[in-house]
């Protein structure tokens, strides 16, 4: 039939109003979605959550509970809503595929924790083409920050720890100096930086090695570098229990009675884990740029907010880049009113300076990388517990790595 029946009429402008109806609730129900998300800040981090450097994961997760129990979990209006991603490790492949989801699923404002360079460095061309602010919060290589204009750092890297204490050993008589580091970005950066600076003082390196990532047994290691009968023996380790077992080791093997003594990153004298190392550490120096005992009214209130969230650990380095990359986040927020644009970001995040826990700190303008004091530090027993007690403040210290 070629003509309309009143019936189908009928049928047919029902039909219309309830497309209509339809019509008009998905696009309420998208309207109430993005007035929802743009009543949020959804921040997406990356961290070792389990696996062997689960203990830095925990430590950054504190820090940042830490920070937003002080300040509130809105700010500029917004809501702060965190996505955490279990990267594991050192797992370039699974940190790129969480850091894609955290962009693509979860529609994260920021990328930000990594505790490891490899994981960093997967995540860099993500920010760059999302045009999303990562902030490295612990991640210590140099070139982090060379792979996209969209990273600023909050955490160190390991030039700008280790050539500090490269000039301090000279300058306290150390002349032949044995380095080991983790064979890895940040232990190839640390035996670079120090070994240059020593010798650029008159030192000489008398040997040197890189132990594989997650190594526990440094027997070997340790004979190697009692024949060659260094002054002192210069370490990098991530932070864990490769720190924990060298340390063991290197009072196993009788080192300090050969008359070679350790001088370290602070990494492997870390807060987290002086309880259980104990007295084996007494008298050790290190370079680093947080201790949990800096004096100072701010880290006196961190650490007491920090205590409040798990009494039981002493907060360290990684707890501490943690806690300042989310004052970095915050102040991004403040200053563009919660509407978060990746350019605009980056505009406030260059040059910003914050009061940490550590002491003054600034993110550079032209390399996006933390400025900040480096301190020379002896572990001491303060009330019955050992402690990284600073003597020496090298002021303003920036990454060296990238002229290396």
Known sequence: MKGRTPVMTRIRSRMKSSLLVIVCGVLMLWGGQAAAASDTVRIGLVLQLTGPFADSGQQMINAIKTYMAQHGDTVAGKKIELVFKDVT????????????ELVVQDKVDFLAGFGLTPDALACAAI???AKIPLIDMLAATSIITTKSPYIARTSHTLPQISAPMAQWAYDNGYRKVYTLVADY?????????????FRDKGGEIVGEVGVPLKNLEFAPYLQRVKDSKPQGLFVFLPTGQMGVSFMRSFQERGMAEAGINLITTGDVLDDGAMDSMGDITLGMISSYHYSAAHDSPENAAFIAAYKKIDPNSRPNAHAIGAYDGMAAIYEVIKQLNGKIDGDK????????KISSPRGPIY?????????????????????????????????EVKDPGKEL
């Open 185 to 197: 970005g940040p232990g190839h950066d640390a035996a670079k930086a120090f070994q240059k600076a």
């Open 363 to 395: 993110i550079d303008s032209e390399t996006r990388d933390i400025v900040q004091n480096v301190y020379i530090r002896k572990a001491e027993k303060v009330d019955g517990k050992v402690y990284n007690i600073e003597f020496e403040t090298i002021k």
């Open 89 to 100: 490790g050192p797992v370039p492949a699974v940190a790129k595929r969480l850091c894609q």
């Open 345 to 352: 970001a980056m505009e406030v995040l260059k040059g910003l």
């Open 127 to 129: 920010a760059s083409e």
